[in-house]
């Protein structure tokens, strides 16, 4: 910098340090903001401070959801929906690793110089550590998820100070709402979002008991994944799989590990980014693509040849599952484990598929974290719930 150049205003701010209090206290999801000079502008950008999906859309993708059409209001402002899977899969990806092939595509090809992405750190393979990965290397050693909070956006000071001007960041629902919210401040040319949809996400604390209370062999899991066949799939390190239905957890023991800001978060969909990569709404196997705008067709284009893809379908009715699943979640209902195995038979035969399971999870998951908002936060309700969630939530019967 020149002597006659001034530093922009958020230069001056202070990120908080490490371990202290956060503006959005008990609701911080550690998006990383707060941990750089940004969090200048954390009352506007927060995403547990101030409720703005609907603005963002506009600002993003020209439009914000038309909530009187079914898949804008599940799935947010969309130009395409498929399924997809890579012909020749990534090794250790969490699925098949289209979004880390589509970011070393656009680093091989000049399209950006930068990617914030997360990889683990030494000491512990589901520890978040997040980068600004120059090469296709760093990226792939991002692969798989770390499914713990993680605070991808404390990278950012680092993105300004390095000159990049085009740039791609990777990321979940909280962090790309903050992102968007100081996007304009970047000073870059060209920003790409490409996002994944993102649920009951858990402290590092919260992780281990969640794979110590359901895993036969914490130590060992290497990867997991909620499936569209209504079970947990653990992957180990020797390469064996385990399988736990959804109806065998230990819900008495799980209720309180989920992390207070996905208790109360309505952005599962990943409403902002232009891209977003993930499976619920696809067969079992299958990858799940949402192109929200022009710019998120140009970075599918991107690995098109290197993708098989079937159109999205849909079967079943969730309503009755959903229903039901509410006073069982809110009375933590644990289930003996022949049961659960039987129920998990009956259900992947009869259940919802593709987009119906997508919208079982969702009606799912903001009935609960409705519920959660009103009973720990009852002044924040009617702000922080968006009204494309009040509408989902408003189809069913739920307890006070
Ligand atoms: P890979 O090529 O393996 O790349 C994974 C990318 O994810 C990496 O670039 C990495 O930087 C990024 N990443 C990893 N951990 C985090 C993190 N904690 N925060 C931000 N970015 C991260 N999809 C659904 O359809 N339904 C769900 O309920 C669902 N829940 C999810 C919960 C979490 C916590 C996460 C991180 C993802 C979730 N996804 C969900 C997305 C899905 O699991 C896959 O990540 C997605 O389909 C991409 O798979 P891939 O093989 O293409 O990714
Ligand atoms: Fe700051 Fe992000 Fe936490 Fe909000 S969620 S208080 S922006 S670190």
């Given at each position: 910098m020149t002597s006659l150049q001034q530093p922009r205003s958020h230069q001056k701010a202070k990120a908080l340090k490490p371990g202290s209090r956060r503006p959005a206290k008990a609701l911080c999801s550690e998006c990383g903001l707060c941990d750089t000079y940004y969090i200048h502008y954390v009352k506007e950008a927060c995403a547990f401070l101030n409720e703005q999906i609907a603005n963002l859309e506009e600002q993003a993708h020209g439009r914000s959801r038309n909530l009187d059409n079914s898949d804008d209001l599940y799935f947010g402002v969309h130009q395409d929906m498929m399924a997809a899977r890579k012909k020749e899969p990534i090794p250790g990806a969490q699925w098949t690793g289209i979004v880390s092939t589509i970011a070393c595509e656009m680093l091989n090809q000049g399209i950006v110089e930068g990617v914030v992405c997360v990889q683990n750190t030494k000491e512990d393979r589901f520890g978040p550590m997040p980068v600004l990965a120059r090469t296709p290397e760093e990226v792939l050693a991002a692969?798989?998820?770390?499914p713990t909070l993680s605070p991808n956006l404390s990278v950012l000071e680092e993105v300004e100070r390095s000159g990049m001007k085009k740039l791609l960041v990777i990321g979940v629902g909280c962090q790309i709402q903050a992102l968007r919210a100081v996007e304009k401040q970047m000073g870059l040319e060209k920003l790409y979002v490409l996002g994944t949809p993102c649920v009951d996400n858990v402290t590092r604390a919260g992780l281990q008991k969640f794979l110590e209370t359901t895993s036969r062999s914490p130590e060992t899991v290497v990867h997991y994944e909620f499936m569209q066949d209504f079970r947990v799939h653990f992957k180990h390190e020797d390469g064996s799989t385990e399988t736990v239905p959804f109806f065998g957890l230990k819900t008495n023991q799980l209720k309180d590990i989920f992390a207070p800001s996905c208790l109360s978060c309505f952005d599962y969909v990943n409403s902002l980014a232009d891209l977003v990569v993930g499976y619920m709404g696809a067969p079992f196997g299958w990858q799940w693509i949402v192109v929200r705008n022009d710019r998120g067709q140009e970075m599918l284009d991107l690995i098109q040849d290197q993708l098989d893809t079937q159109p999205v379908s849909s079967k079943g009715d969730r309503h009755q599952a959903v229903q039901q699943s509410i006073p069982a979640y809110d009375k933590a209902v644990t289930i003996p484990m022949w049961a659960a195995k039987m129920m998990g038979v009956v259900i992947e035969r009869i259940g919802p598929k593709g987009l119906e399971y997508a919208r079982f999870s969702i009606d799912s998951h903001y009935t609960r974290n409705y519920l959660y908002v009103k009973r720990n936060y009852p002044e924040k309700l009617d702000n922080h719930v968006p009204d494309f969630a009040k509408r989902i939530v408003a189809q069913y019967k739920l307890p006070d």
């Open positions: 692969r798989v998820n770390k």
